[in-house]
Every structure is written in structure tokens, then in C-alpha cells.
């Protein structure tokens, strides 16, 4: 049997390895390479995705799982190897459905309207990338149809990024949020917002980006296992265990914009980073879920990045850093700035309070898109109207508005939005798990220390890889399923604080 693992451990190798050059030639892609190159970039990235599908569909791998099925029947769901056979099998099982033609045509594709959507967001011209995005709808659709068991067309997308997770799940847990948020950002916008003007002033880049490195290396990102570079969206990518890189935007007049897309793929970095090392090579070898993922950029970001107590210690630096700038700017001023609250257009920019109306927006326009009920050609108009409806705020052009985000672009559509907000109800609730397990974490972090939670962290999610699903990893941490009240209670309680 040990032959056998040692087979499958082998050819899983092989593909990872085609997975870490396909993630090397889209780092480069989204940081030096030349526009010039993206019709030949597509192609390499359509060869290499094709071999790794050919790879992973091999009916030598599918007889070989069969022929492990015993001894992963046999094991304790905590064996490593048992939870390898039943992921790698899991993963087989859905990639058999897909042809390798279909993977080819559509790596292909999305190099080409990734390279369209920089040129579209440049020009602040959504007719450029339409029709690629209309392309893109179609593969998404025809991907689902590999999938006729589901219940909804965008239940195979949310599949492969938070599995087990359906679309009616999240439309009933997305109304449940919506119905304690709305009410929350209507208290707190009926007050005269909290002034941001300090992080408004010139801030050169190359200043903030050198704060950002410095602060990064404070929550345990390790240079010698990555690297951070500018991109026009911030991003995290994995090569290896040891080669995890992130990248950041910067505005001169915006010091927000680096310093917390800094902090929350950080927040992704040191989730990867922390995975067990004996998972390197296999698919236990990444994060479980999006979901999970962003529980831990977000987690880093805000209730940490946006906490009073942590720039009770940083904020000093940051002074030092920018003397002209914040030198007579007291920490409650800067603490109150960076938790300011307003209807704005930018979901990476977004308060905590109405970030999760952002995301519910664009998981809606994903299922009309995908149900037929909306025309790629009407999208930037149905964008419009929900951020009027929903955000009381007018995109004045489409750069701010369908074009802001990479998703759509570079990928398929559903599923690439969902995991934020569910990212938002998990960092709450496994930090107050860490917190009731080690009390003296808020005081720890208020003295510059965060590595009781960076451990705690690590221990109960970080080094379990995708060795457990996203379920499993929460009722394993925090004792409970998911819920929304550690987040509802959270909110409430940061911001009537605020507006007091």
C-alpha cells in the first residue's frame, strides 16, 4: 500500500508542478510583463493547464484511487494520507467531467481578457473587454453544464472555491446579513461621518510602500519565503511552500490604499505560509476553501489592521515615517479616520461596515448573468442601478464601476465573489476562539505582539492545509458551526462606539 501512496504522491507532484508554473507565468503576467506578450502568454498558459487536466484525469489515477479506497476506509478521518485519497479523489471526480479541450480553449481565453480588462480599466472603456466577457459567460455556462445534478447553474462555481457550499445556502445566510447590516449602516451614515482627511494628504509611494514592508515582517511575513511587488490589483500567489509573493496598489494621495491591501494579503501569505510542509506537492498543500482564505485576510486586515490597540503600538512608527504628514495627528484622530464609514464605490476600499453590501451586489449580477436574466451588454448599467439602490451612490464612469474588480476577467463567472463575506463572518468568530483560549491576546497585540495569535492561528487552521473542509475547520476551531453573530455583535459594538 505504501507503494502505492508513493505513486500517487508522485504523479501529484507532476501536476502541482504544472500549477506553480501556470501561478509564475500569471505573476508576471499581472506585474512586468509586456502587453505585447499576452496572446503568446496565453498559449503557455493553455499548454501547461491542458497537461495538468490530461494529468489529473489519467484513468491510471482514477484505478490507482480505487485501489487505495480500502485504506482510506480503514484510517481515522484525522490520517493524512486518508484525507489526501479523499481530496485527490474529489478533485478527480469533478475534473473527469470537464474535457481537456474545454480547459485549453478557456486558459487560452482568459489570458486574452485579462490583457482586454487592463487595456478596458486604462481607457475606462467596458466595450473593449464585452466581448471577451460574453466568451466568458458562455464557458461559464457550458462549465456548469459538465454538472447536470446541480440544483443551480452557479452551484459548480461556488464549488470550487468554497466546497460544499450551494447557492441557496448563501442567498439565505446573505439575507440574514443584510437584514441586521442595513439597519446598523443607516444608524451609523445618519451621523456626520468621521473625518479622513489625514490619510488624504501626499504620502510618496516609496515611503508608505517601505512602512508596509516593515509592518508586514512584524506579522510574521517572511522575505525569505516571498516577496511583495506593485500590480494594479493586489493579489497573494503561491509557487512553493517556501515561495508565497503578494503585491500591493499605491496612491500618493491615499495612504489607506497600500497599507491595508498590504495587511490583508499578508493575511493570505501567512495562511499558506503556515500550512504543514509534509503537505508540499498535493493538493493538501493549499487553503480550504476562499472562504477560509479571506477569514484570514480579513481577520489581519480589520479586526486586527483597523483595531485601536494594534496602532496603539505601530502608529508611533508611522508618525515617524510620515512626521510632516501625521506628526500632530493623535492616534484617536488617525484610529477614528481608518474606521471611517461611508457609501463608497470601491469594494476594496470599503469600510467593514458596508463592504458586505459590495460583495452581495456582485454575487447577485453573477447569478443574473448566469440564470439569463441579464445581458453582459446591460451589466455596467445594472452595476449602476444597485449601487444606487443598494449604496445610494452613482459610479460616474466604469473604471469605479464594472471594471474595478479583476474577477470576471480572469476567471469564470459565479463563484468568484461569495467567499469574502463569508471570509468577514469567520474572522470574527475564530478570533474571539483565540481570544477565549489566550485572553491576554488583545493586550499582547496593544504591545506589538502578535504572535500568541499568529501561533493559535496556525495550530488550529494555518497547518491543516485542505486537509479538512471549511465546516470542519470552523467546528474544529471555535467548538461551533458558522454563524453571523461574533460578526453582528463585532460590528455593533466597534461602531456605536465610534459614533458615540
Same mark, same amino acid.
Given at each position: 500500500m505504501e507503494k502505492k501512496m508513493e505513486e500517487l504522491r508522485a504523479r501529484?507532484?507532476?501536476?502541482?508542478?504544472?500549477?506553480?508554473? @501556470? &501561478?509564475?507565468?500569471?505573476?508576471?503576467? +499581472? #506585474?512586468? $510583463?509586456?502587453?505585447?506578450?499576452?496572446? %503568446?502568454?496565453?498559449?503557455?498558459?493553455?499548454?501547461?493547464?491542458?497537461?495538468?487536466?490530461?494529468?489529473?484525469?489519467?484513468?491510471?489515477?482514477?484505478?490507482?484511487?480505487?485501489?487505495?479506497?480500502?485504506?482510506?476506509?480503514?484510517?481515522?478521518?484525522?490520517?493524512?494520507?486518508?484525507?489526501?485519497?479523499?481530496?485527490? *479523489?474529489?478533485?478527480?471526480?469533478?475534473?473527469? *467531467?470537464?474535457?481537456? /479541450?474545454?480547459?485549453s480553449r478557456f486558459y487560452a481565453h482568459?489570458?486574452?481578457?485579462?490583457?482586454?480588462?487592463?487595456?478596458? =480599466?486604462?481607457?475606462?472603456?467596458? &466595450?473593449?473587454v464585452a466581448p471577451y466577457l460574453e466568451k466568458t459567460l458562455e464557458f461559464s455556462r457550458e462549465y456548469s453544464s459538465f454538472f447536470p445534478e446541480a440544483k443551480h447553474?452557479?452551484?459548480?462555481?461556488?464549488?470550487?472555491?468554497?466546497?460544499?457550499?450551494?447557492?441557496?445556502?448563501? =442567498?439565505?445566510?446573505?439575507?440574514?446579513? =443584510? /437584514?441586521?447590516?442595513?439597519?446598523?449602516v443607516e444608524e451609523v451614515t445618519s451621523r456626520p461621518a468621521l473625518s479622513n482627511a489625514c490619510l488624504l494628504q501626499s504620502f510618496p509611494v516609496d515611503k508608505q510602500l517601505e512602512f508596509c514592508r516593515f509592518l508586514i515582517k512584524e506579522l510574521g511575513y517572511d522575505f525569505n519565503r516571498g516577496r511583495l511587488d506593485l500590480s494594479p490589483h493586489p493579489f497573494m500567489i503561491k509557487f512553493a511552500h517556501n515561495d508565497v509573493r503578494i503585491t500591493t496598489r499605491a496612491k500618493e494621495h491615499d495612504l489607506s490604499e497600500a497599507?491595508?491591501?498590504?495587511?490583508?494579503?499578508?493575511?493570505?501569505?501567512?495562511?499558506?505560509?503556515?500550512?504543514?510542509?509534509?503537505?508540499?506537492?498535493?493538493?493538501?498543500?493549499?487553503?480550504?476553501?476562499?472562504? @477560509?482564505?479571506?477569514?484570514?485576510?480579513?481577520?489581519?486586515?480589520?479586526?486586527?489592521? *483597523?483595531?485601536? %490597540?494594534?496602532w496603539t503600538h505601530y502608529y508611533p512608527k508611522l508618525q515617524e515615517t510620515f512626521p510632516s504628514q501625521l506628526g500632530n495627528v493623535t492616534l484617536d484622530e488617525f484610529y477614528r479616520a481608518i474606521n471611517r464609514v461611508e457609501r463608497s464605490l470601491i469594494r476594496t476600499d470599503a469600510d467593514e461596515l458596508t463592504y458586505n453590501l459590495h460583495v452581495i451586489i456582485r454575487f447577485d449580477l453573477e447569478l443574473e448573468l448566469l440564470?439569463?436574466?441579464?445581458?453582459?451588454?446591460?451589466?455596467?448599467?445594472?452595476?449602476?442601478?444597485?449601487?444606487?439602490?443598494d449604496l445610494g451612490t452613482?459610479?460616474?464612469? /466604469?473604471?469605479?464601476?464594472?471594471?474595478?474588480?479583476?474577477?470576471?476577467?480572469?476567471?469564470y463567472i459565479g463563484? $468568484?465573489?461569495?467567499?469574502? #463575506?463569508?471570509?468577514?463572518?469567520?474572522?470574527?468568530?475564530?478570533?474571539?476562539?483565540?481570544?477565549?483560549?489566550?485572553?491576554d491576546i488583545p493586550e499582547r497585540i496593544r504591545q506589538g505582539d502578535v504572535s500568541l495569535l499568529h501561533e493559535w492561528l496556525k495550530d488550529r487552521v494555518y497547518r491543516h492545509g485542505s486537509k479538512y473542509t471549511a465546516e470542519e475547520i470552523i467546528r474544529r476551531a471555535t467548538g461551533s458551526?458558522?454563524?453571523?453573530?461574533?460578526?453582528? +455583535?463585532?460590528?455593533?459594538?466597534?461602531?456605536?462606539?465610534l459614533i458615540s
Open positions: 501529484l507532484r507532476e501536476i502541482q508542478d504544472l500549477h506553480s508554473a @501556470v &501561478s509564475i507565468l500569471s505573476w508576471d503576467q +499581472n #506585474t512586468y $510583463m509586456p502587453p505585447a506578450g499576452a496572446e %503568446a502568454r496565453g498559449q503557455q498558459m493553455a499548454t501547461l493547464g491542458r497537461l495538468a487536466h490530461e494529468k489529473l484525469t489519467d484513468p491510471a489515477l482514477g484505478r490507482l484511487l480505487e485501489e487505495l479506497r480500502e485504506a482510506e476506509q480503514s484510517a481515522s478521518p484525522d490520517d493524512d494520507d486518508a484525507a489526501l485519497i479523499r481530496l485527490t *479523489r474529489r478533485e478527480y471526480e469533478k475534473a473527469v *467531467r470537464v474535457p481537456a /479541450d474545454f480547459v482568459s489570458a486574452k481578457t485579462h490583457q482586454a480588462w487592463v487595456e478596458a =480599466r486604462e481607457s475606462d472603456d467596458f &466595450s473593449k447553474v452557479a452551484d459548480p462555481h461556488i464549488d470550487r472555491s468554497d466546497y460544499g457550499m450551494k447557492t441557496e445556502t448563501i =442567498r439565505r445566510l446573505f439575507g440574514q446579513l =443584510r /437584514d441586521r447590516l442595513v439597519p446598523l497599507l491595508f491591501s498590504t495587511i490583508h494579503e499578508t493575511g493570505h501569505a501567512l495562511y499558506e505560509l503556515g500550512i504543514d510542509p509534509a503537505y508540499e506537492g498535493t493538493p493538501l498543500s493549499d487553503g480550504t476553501s476562499s472562504g @477560509v482564505h479571506e477569514s484570514q485576510s480579513r481577520l489581519w486586515e480589520n479586526v486586527v489592521g *483597523r483595531s485601536r %490597540a494594534f440564470e439569463g436574466k441579464l445581458s453582459v451588454r446591460d451589466l455596467p448599467e445594472a452595476w449602476r442601478e444597485r449601487y444606487r439602490s452613482l459610479p460616474p464612469d /466604469d473604471k469605479n464601476g464594472v471594471l474595478q474588480d479583476i474577477h470576471w476577467y480572469a476567471d463563484g $468568484m465573489f461569495q467567499g469574502y #463575506t463569508l471570509g468577514n463572518i469567520m474572522s470574527v468568530q475564530f478570533f474571539d476562539a483565540a481570544v477565549k483560549d489566550h485572553p458551526d458558522l454563524t453571523i453573530e461574533p460578526y453582528i +455583535n463585532y460590528l455593533t459594538s466597534k461602531y456605536r462606539e
